[in-house]
């Protein structure tokens, strides 16, 4: 194989991590404005479409084994009513928006093969599952005064 055509595979292979990179953190970071603007259609949408790949494949079962987390917090997001307790509001958000990171993480590490990205994936199920219990034990605490 030439030069050319592995530098080329390479970028290509880059191309697709990063686009799914992108589009994780676009939904991490669209997920405060589905509280306010439920029925507008976020980047995420378009992004991963975009950078599917066939349906039939091992990628394209991977890759919608990434969409669905997202696909869960959008419905998630859409179906929560803000209570105007900021607190609250933010620990069930940020516990909805934690669970789709740490599944699309679960993911990258089952079906991954980039050494730096599955590194970085399983620095994210330790700390988002950290986080998820600390979400959860307030959310407790405030039940139990509510």
């Known amino acids: 194989m030439s030069r050319q055509r592995k530098q080329d595979m390479l970028k290509n292979n880059f191309d697709w991590k990063r686009a799914c990179m992108t589009v994780t953190a676009l939904a991490a970071l669209a997920t405060p404005l589905l509280a306010h603007a439920q029925s507008v259609p976020l980047p995420a949408d378009r992004a991963t479409k975009a950078f599917e790949s066939p349906a039939g494949t091992a990628e394209g079962k ?3 084994e990434m969409q669905k987390p997202i696909d869960n917090l959008k419905e998630k997001m859409a179906a929560f009513q803000v209570t105007g307790n900021t607190d609250y509001d933010f620990a069930m958000m940020a516990r909805m928006q934690r ?4 599944d699309i993480a679960k993911a990258e590490l089952e079906h991954g093969k980039e050494p730096m990205l599955r590194s970085m994936a399983a620095k994210i199920i330790k700390s988002q599952t ?5 979400l959860d034990q307030w959310l407790a605490l ?3 005064f509510d």
Request: glycine fraction near 0%; aromatic fraction near 6%.
């Open 99 to 102: 669970q789709a990171e740490l």
């Open 142 to 144: 405030f039940h139990k």
């Open 130 to 134: 950290t986080e998820i219990k600390q």
């Open 62 to 64: 991977s890759t919608m």
